[in-house]
């Protein structure tokens, strides 16, 4: 059995919670004067563990193992939402800090804005697979107060660094511990969580034409009232899509635009943004096909047309099933009849480092399934046994 220091551990939690204080949460947006301050106390904590410990020029900070390997990457994100929780990210890092401190050979990352303060999108762990083009610093902002990346970056002393890539063949493989931020695990009773995948999540647009005309002068039976078209399809979408869609396959409407968007206008046009999530390629696939099926129909039937189009397409991230079995079988020694497997609803970096190699989650409740709210919070007991296993599964992976 690995031993992890779980009172260093839960300590190092608090020590991290108190930078950036907000309630019971934290406020630490990337690259702001506290979210700075907590990468730098997570250098000190890693080299206090005796790891070779840098920054790179978007942030992202990395403790490296300087013995002999086979080495894991174990890590997650230190930034938060604005006036969020103090779990979400933090928790996955400072689990790398403990397993570390336990003696395993892991490197530990934080990678820079998870949370997509920034609208380049996962910035940290893309940019250390090779993903982020200089180009696309260039051209990203804030989402908040449109503060370009380049300034960012300057202010926060990162310009003119280098950016960190990873070694090619240094890694078995990688770690993610995460919070559940849903309730699947507390409304189970169940302590565990092993990720089977991330979900992949595929957006569309779709577009009524309607006839844009006087709500008073214009009889019902004249009128194109682009708008009905519209909720009429996505009531269709509703309630076919139970019969076709998988057991944990969501789907959401994000934005319903009328044009012109006035009391007395028949709407002339309808934008719709439209997504779905699953785990499974074939899933998506069939939710696709009955979209389009749903789509053809309400074009025989209406009298406004809707056009569909596809505006991302992603691949999910399924775990690795040799790190899952390792999970498996910790949760089983630690955590016997408390844990499942379960897909991840949310992104995480996870699904980019799986482009590079081996990678699993685990999952720890968050109480009330609330996340990317100051109140997010997991028991004591919870995040103890959740490091345990983490630790147990490093040790198997490695060794198996
Ligand atoms: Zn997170």
Request: aromatic letters at 6%; glycine letters at 12%.
């Amino acid at each position: 059995m690995t031993d992890i220091d779980t009172q260093a551990f839960l300590h190092d939690l608090h020590e991290l919670r108190k930078i950036g204080q907000f309630r019971t949460g934290v406020h630490r947006p990337t690259y702001s004067p506290q979210d700075m301050e907590s990468r730098r106390w997570l250098m000190d904590r890693l080299a206090v563990c005796g790891l070779d410990v840098s920054m790179d020029g978007v942030g992202n900070v990395y403790g490296r193992h300087p013995g002999p390997g086979p080495h894991l990457l174990v890590g997650s994100h230190i930034e938060t939402q604005n006036e969020a929780g103090w779990l979400d990210g933090a928790l996955g890092v400072v689990a790398g800090i403990a397993l570390s401190r336990a003696g395993l050979p892991v490197d530990v990352c934080a990678f820079a804005d998870e949370e997509g303060h920034f609208d380049v999108g996962f910035l940290g762990s893309r940019s250390i697979i090779g993903e982020v083009t200089e180009a696309e610093i260039d051209g990203s902002r804030n989402r908040t107060d449109g503060t370009s990346l380049r300034d960012a970056l300057r202010a926060a002393g990162l310009d003119g660094r280098s950016r960190m890539t990873l070694e090619p063949g240094r890694h078995k493989g990688f770690l993610e511990m995460h919070i559940e931020q849903g309730t699947q695990l507390e409304q189970a009773g169940l302590r565990i969580g092993v990720v089977t995948g991330i979900v992949a999540i595929w957006q569309w647009r779709l577009v009524v034409q309607g006839q844009q005309d006087h709500a008073g002068g214009t009889t019902m039976a004249e009128r194109k009232d682009a708008g009905l078209t519209a909720v009429r399809l996505l009531a269709a979408i509703d309630s076919e899509f139970p019969r076709i869609a998988g057991e944990r396959s969501t789907w959401t409407t994000g934005r319903i635009a009328l044009d012109p968007g006035a009391p007395s206008v028949i709407p002339g046009r309808a934008d719709v943004l439209f997504q779905f999530r699953d785990v499974s390629m074939d899933v998506l696939e069939r939710m696709e096909a009955g979209l389009r099926a749903l789509v053809r129909e309400a074009n025989r039937r209406e009298r406004c047309p809707v056009t569909l189009e596809g505006i991302n397409k992603a691949i999910p991230a399924l775990c690795d099933p040799a790190m899952m079995r390792a999970l498996a079988g910790a949760a089983d020694a630690l955590a016997p009849g408390a844990w499942q497997y379960m897909p991840s609803g949310a992104g995480h970096d996870a699904q980019n480092i799986a482009r590079k190699m081996p990678a699993a989650m685990l999952f720890v409740p968050s109480i009330g399934g609330i996340s990317h709210h100051w109140s997010e919070d997991t028991k004591d007991e919870d995040l103890v046994l959740g490091v345990q296993v983490l630790g147990e599964t490093a040790r198997r992976f490695l060794a198996g």
